[in-house]
């Protein structure tokens, strides 16, 4: 059963605009958390993360939200711009090495 | 700086064939991870290794085989391959145990 889910398979948004990325877990032990960027043909690129001691972690226009009680993370980037546009996964991890990853959300910035 | 590079990028395989998929990482990194990627899916962990001549199964370990002998590289082998495990194919590599850098993919078909 899928621990990490991204139940927004797409989002539009304009230029300028916020973009709000949501992911759930379901593992109250998940204690770390990253989002990662992922345009077509390449590898994912790791954007920011947060540890469960905290609730909001900021990097420029990336801002990560954690809401440990309702299990949920978002994404938010302000503003939005067109090379935004691509797959964002959210990824989360316990005490082990292992991360399990959402099924991701297609961002696309409209110019 | 090459970063994490994976060979080949594009492979046909027939049913029951073996194969060998390397990573290779020039950056001293520690963590290597293989991930497989399939559509509707997130990434979801093959094997990883915490360094040199170490190797752990992940969330998806089956008809999968690793070696990590030198630290700058992680082998993926599938010793008999079944369409199952057609895929996109993702190294990762990182200096703790949040994956990082990942490899632009190998795009793996059996038929």
């Known amino acids: 059963d899928q621990q990490v889910k991204q139940n927004s398979p797409s989002l539009s948004v304009q230029e300028g605009r916020i973009s709000i990325l949501n992911c759930d877990y379901t593992?109250?032990?998940?204690?770390?958390f990253l989002w990662y960027k992922k345009y077509p043909a390449e590898g994912p690129t790791f954007l920011i993360s947060i540890s469960s001691i905290k609730d909001k972690n900021e990097d420029g226009r990336f801002t990560v939200f954690l809401n440990k009680s309702a299990k949920h993370l978002s994404l938010h980037i302000v503003p939005s711009q067109p090379g935004d546009s691509a797959v964002y996964f959210c990824a989360a991890s316990g005490a082990g090495n292992q991360f399990y990853f959402g099924t991701g959300t297609s961002l696309t910035v409209i110019p | 700086n090459a970063g994490v590079t994976q060979t080949p990028k594009f492979r046909v395989l027939k049913t029951g064939q073996s194969m060998t998929l390397l990573c290779a990482q020039d950056m001293n990194h520690e963590y290597m991870y293989w991930y497989r990627q399939d559509p509707g899916m997130g990434l979801r962990l093959i094997h990883y290794?915490?360094?040199?001549?170490?190797?752990a199964k992940g969330e998806v370990p089956d008809g999968y085989n690793v070696s990590r002998l030198k630290k700058q590289n992680f082998l993926l082998g599938l010793e008999s391959a079944a369409p199952s495990q057609t895929s996109v194919y993702f190294c990762?590599?990182?200096?703790?145990?949040?994956?990082?850098?990942f490899g632009d993919g190998t795009r793996l078909s059996i038929l």
């Open positions: 593992n109250s032990m998940f204690d770390y």
């Open positions: 990762a590599s990182s200096l703790r145990k949040q994956p990082q850098h």
């Open positions: 290794s915490v360094g040199e001549g170490t190797t």
